[in-house]
Structures are given as C-alpha cells and as structure tokens.
C-alpha cells in the first residue's frame, strides 16, 4: 500500500501560480501510475492531470492543459502539480491519487490510492 499526503494549497489571485506537492510513504512511487484530481464546491469530482510510473507520459484535462504541468521524482516519492496562470474556476480540494495496474487513465473510479485533498482558492 501507499499513504499520499497533499501540501501547497492556498489563497491565491487569478493569473498567480503555485505549486501543488503530494508525497508519499509505504510503497515506493515508482510502481504507481499517478494523478491529480480537483472537486470544486457543489460539483462532482473532474480529472486535472496524469503521469506515467516512469514520467515519460503524461495527459491534461482540457481546462488545464497549457497551464498545468505534473512531475514526479521517484527518488523522492513526491508528484508536483505546477499551476500557473490560475482561474477562479480553477477553485477547489486537490487531490492526489495513485494506481499499479493498466493505462494511464483519467477516471477516478481507476485510481486506488488518494490522499486528503489540499485547498486551492483563486481570488478573481
């Protein structure tokens, strides 16, 4: 198994960045394919972004893709989720989440793992 713990949420204005980090404990990373998620207040959870075990795949949500990067560092056990140019809209829990088995997918219902979420509040 492995535990993912979420940090770099915040009060933020629109066009700002930052930084989202999840890191993880047990299991090593590198055996997860890994994604971000986001649940903004009254909507259902919706996919931001994926990355591949070994990084070399990675897949974007169409509201994001442009403005958002994901990384990982296995030596570490951390998956960033760089966000720049942020939207009101872009408001809402982040979550990380992980899974050892198939494609890399964008449907939460595929991801095994998830950790506590991290706020993200875009100011207009």
């Known amino acids: 198994q492995v535990q993912l713990a979420e940090s770099g949420g915040g009060l933020v204005q629109a066009g700002d960045s930052l930084k989202l980090s999840c890191a993880a404990s047990g299991r090593p990373l590198r055996y997860y394919h890994m994604g971000w998620f986001r649940q903004a207040p009254g909507k259902e959870r919706e996919f931001a972004a994926a990355?591949?075990?070994?990084?070399?795949?990675?897949t974007y949500a169409d509201s994001v893709k442009g403005r958002f990067t994901i990384s990982r560092d296995n030596g570490k056990n951390t998956v960033s989720l760089q966000m720049n140019s942020l939207k009101p809209e872009d408001t809402g829990v982040y979550y990380c989440a992980a899974v050892s088995v198939g494609e890399l997918s964008g449907r939460g219902d595929d991801y095994d793992y998830w950790g506590q979420g991290t706020q993200v509040t875009v100011s207009s």
């Open positions: 990355i591949r075990w070994d990084g070399f795949t990675t």
